[in-house]
């Protein structure tokens, strides 16, 4: 407790989005007439599961087991005679057409699969060590992606709610029929092979090598002494959730972080004011770097990044990489632009200019008949249009705010209403509005719509199709990835490498005077302003301890019972991941109960947030014509 931890402290909040507690109560109803072991006591639970274990038959859900200093709770354990069947249930998405899934091409288990794998492997020794007497027959029990979902509503019947403590829970569904379970959308799969795989591995870690055993061991002992293992420094440093904010700081809270660096780079607290290689963008060489010793940004040469042009307009990947660093090294806080192929590219665009941005969400269990675990659902847009003259509008929007509706034709049937009225060109920011319009258009093809053809043809007109695809096309109003922009032709030091837009907006704000003069005045929402659905006499700029406020600090809290650290971590995202905050309130909107009230204000929150995202493309494009002249 003593430790800072950026990563979000509430278990059950960090499941909602994805649907994990809702999985785990599907499963046990795969497995009717099983006994709950609900108690946390760890030895209450020890009694109450041996007891079970006396029958010659029996389900037990949550069975406890412990040897040594070894315990476990099996999601579903069923014993039949001397066999148990040991189920470790996952939300994770699963294609039982793909055999050998689980392996890379050279033989080995994906990196992917091994903290699934290893985590029933775990629970398979330790019932093999604790009950001899018994086969155990192990099983990962996963979202099936080739099911279809066999009834409307399944999704909405696995609600939560908070007992008296305010422990949060998935209330036991009292109205699932025989049809809701008639065809399970959850899959289980034998993993004894790869369970045996893992026992006769050879096991590297902290730069020693172990068995299975000597590793179960190795941890087991460190953890009952509650003695620390120190990590050496490599590139998983970069994901370490252990390390302080100045709030962290405040409040003294210790960097875990910084404890390992220091004791294996010799580092003090000033040290750590420095980049790092871990903080060079998309850069694949870093684990190469720090085995030579090469920490600090400050030590990269350019030959360990070998910067190399790659035929197209703006800075090569690598390019960008050296800019960054070098830049760093110099210390040279201006600010990069390639004014000439920024400009031709600008010169090319149609106007009006549409910028959208989607709200996206996946859940393992689906929300209507006909659908498969982790089916895309697109739930909400922004849409801003900027006219030759200047002028912008917030032009539209759209938002589901129904529990277990299938938007996604109608998303497409507003998207298409909204961007039929010229020939503008349309911005993205990633990839992922290309993504998901193509993830529809399979969906529009596949359940033969009346106007199936129009909704189809449309999404062509303005996107490319995957590489997956055996049809392939790029549509005349192809949209324009602004992300692909800042990445080819602008470079500010202030975001650190980062493309993000929650990094790129202020770092914009804090550079153009241009933006800073516009937008210190209330006119967004304003009668004689900027249009907003949302927003009413706004002033984005507003200035805090000399630097501009990130406009996004501003908004409306989206959640009253989410503690601002939680609500920070949700709304931080990256480039190809964003929306974290309102994935969730989506999420809560469609499986809590609550009064109408709280799911307004919910609303509201989700509307301001996805405008600030296109209005947010709109300042970008606003800050580089400015600085273009």
């Known amino acids: 407790k003593e430790y800072?931890?950026?990563?979000?402290?509430?278990?059950?909040?960090?499941?909602?989005?994805?649907?994990?507690?809702?999985?785990?109560?599907?499963?046990?109803?795969?497995?009717?007439?099983?006994?709950?072991?609900?108690?946390?006591?760890?030895?209450?639970?020890?009694?109450?599961?041996?007891?079970?274990?006396?029958?010659?038959?029996?389900?037990?859900?949550?069975?406890?087991?412990?040897?040594?200093?070894?315990?476990?709770?099996?999601?579903?354990?069923?014993?039949?005679?001397?066999?148990?069947?040991?189920?470790?249930?996952?939300?994770?998405?699963?294609?039982?057409?793909?055999?050998?899934?689980?392996?890379?091409?050279?033989?080995?288990?994906?990196?992917?699969?091994?903290?699934?794998?290893?985590?029933?492997?775990?629970?398979?020794?330790?019932?093999?060590?604790?009950?001899?007497?018994?086969?155990?027959?192990?099983?990962?029990?996963?979202?099936?992606?080739?099911?279809?979902?066999?009834?409307?509503?399944?999704?909405?019947?696995?609600?939560?709610?908070?007992?008296?403590?305010?422990?949060?829970?998935?209330?036991?569904?009292?109205?699932?029929?025989?049809?809701?379970?008639?065809?399970?959308?959850?899959?289980?799969?034998?993993?004894?092979?790869?369970?045996?795989?893992?026992?006769?591995?050879?096991?590297?870690?902290?730069?020693?090598?172990?068995?299975?055993?000597?590793?179960?061991?190795?941890?087991?002992?460190?953890?009952?002494?509650?003695?620390?293992?120190?990590?050496?420094?490599?590139?998983?440093?970069?994901?370490?959730?252990?390390?302080?904010?100045?709030?962290?700081?405040?409040?003294?809270?210790?960097?875990?972080?910084?404890?390992?660096?220091?004791?294996?780079?010799?580092?003090?607290?000033?040290?750590?004011?420095?980049?790092?290689?871990?903080?060079?963008?998309?850069?694949?060489?870093?684990?190469?770097?720090?085995?030579?010793?090469?920490?600090?940004?400050?030590?990269?040469?350019?030959?360990?990044?070998?910067?190399?042009?790659?035929?197209?307009?703006?800075?090569?990947?690598?390019?960008?990489?050296?800019?960054?660093?070098?830049?760093?090294?110099?210390?040279?806080?201006?600010?990069?632009?390639?004014?000439?192929?920024?400009?031709?590219?600008?010169?090319s665009w149609v106007y009006p200019l549409h910028f959208i941005d989607f709200e996206t969400s996946m859940v393992a269990i689906p929300f209507n008949k006909g659908r498969r675990p982790y089916e895309g659902i697109a739930f909400q847009f922004s849409h801003h249009v900027v006219q030759q003259d200047g002028s912008i509008e917030h032009f539209g929007e759209y938002l589901n705010t129904q529990p277990g509706k299938f938007p996604n034709y109608d998303f497409v049937r507003e998207l298409k209403k909204q961007l039929s009225h010229d020939d503008g060109t349309i911005f993205r920011y990633s990839n992922h509005e290309n993504t998901y319009l193509n993830m529809i258009y399979r969906q529009i093809k596949d359940d033969n719509l009346t106007d199936s053809e129009e909704l189809c043809e449309f999404i062509k007109s303005i996107t490319r199709s995957g590489n997956d695809y055996i049809e392939s096309w790029e549509g005349p109003r192809n949209m324009v990835d602004l992300w692909e922009l800042v990445k080819r032709y602008y470079y500010n030091p202030v975001t650190r490498g980062s493309n993000s837009i929650k990094q790129v907006l202020p770092a914009i704000l804090n550079s153009s005077s241009f933006l800073q003069e516009k937008y210190s005045k209330p006119i967004y929402g304003a009668s004689n302003g900027i249009k907003s659905l949302n927003f009413k006499d706004w002033q984005w700029i507003q200035i805090k301890d000399g630097y501009i406020t990130d406009p996004y600090k501003l908004l409306p809290k989206m959640f009253t019972d989410i503690s601002d650290k939680n609500m920070e971590i949700l709304s931080e995202g990256n480039e190809l991941n964003d929306g974290g905050a309102a994935l969730t309130a989506y999420a809560r909107m469609q499986f809590e109960e609550m009064i109408e009230y709280e799911r307004q204000e919910i609303c509201k929150a989700l509307l301001k947030y996805c405008e600030l995202d296109t209005m947010a493309m709109v300042m970008i494009y606003e800050g580089w014509k400015d600085m273009l002249g």
């Open 4 to 347: 800072a931890n950026q990563k979000l402290d509430d278990s059950f909040l960090a499941a909602l989005a994805d649907g994990g507690f809702q999985v785990g109560e599907l499963a046990k109803c795969y497995f009717p007439g099983g006994h709950d072991i609900e108690t946390l006591d760890h030895q209450l639970a020890l009694d109450q599961t041996n007891k079970l274990l006396e029958l010659d038959e029996v389900i037990i859900y949550e069975a406890a087991i412990a040897t040594d200093n070894l315990f476990i709770r099996a999601d579903v354990l069923v014993k039949k005679d001397n066999i148990l069947y040991l189920y470790e249930v996952k939300a994770k998405s699963y294609d039982p057409d793909k055999n050998g899934d689980f392996y890379t091409k050279g033989g080995k288990i994906k990196s992917s699969w091994e903290p699934y794998l290893f985590d029933v492997a775990f629970q398979k020794y330790v019932i093999n060590k604790a009950l001899p007497q018994y086969t155990v027959l192990s099983h990962l029990m996963m979202a099936n992606k080739s099911a279809l979902c066999p009834t409307d509503g399944l999704n909405q019947k696995f609600k939560f709610k908070k007992n008296s403590s305010g422990r949060k829970s998935v209330e036991k569904p009292k109205e699932l029929t025989d049809k809701d379970l008639s065809t399970p959308i959850l899959c289980k799969v034998n993993v004894d092979a790869e369970c045996n795989v893992i026992y006769e591995q050879t096991h590297e870690y902290g730069n020693n090598f172990f068995s299975f055993k000597q590793l179960v061991d190795y941890f087991a002992e460190n953890y009952s002494t509650d003695t620390k293992i120190d990590s050496p420094v490599s590139t998983n440093c970069a994901g370490c959730e252990f390390y302080t904010t100045h709030r962290d700081e405040e409040d003294g809270l210790k960097s875990g972080k910084k404890e390992c660096w220091k004791k294996y780079l010799g580092w003090n607290d000033s040290d750590f004011s420095q980049a790092t290689v871990l903080d060079v963008w998309n850069f694949r060489k870093k684990s190469s770097l720090i085995q030579k010793g090469c920490i600090r940004m400050s030590d990269i040469h350019e030959d360990d990044i070998n910067p190399q042009p790659d035929g197209r307009a703006g800075v090569s990947p690598s390019e960008r990489q050296w800019l960054q660093v070098s830049k760093y090294q110099n210390q040279d806080d201006s600010i990069w632009l390639d004014s000439a192929s920024l400009k031709s590219e600008m010169d």
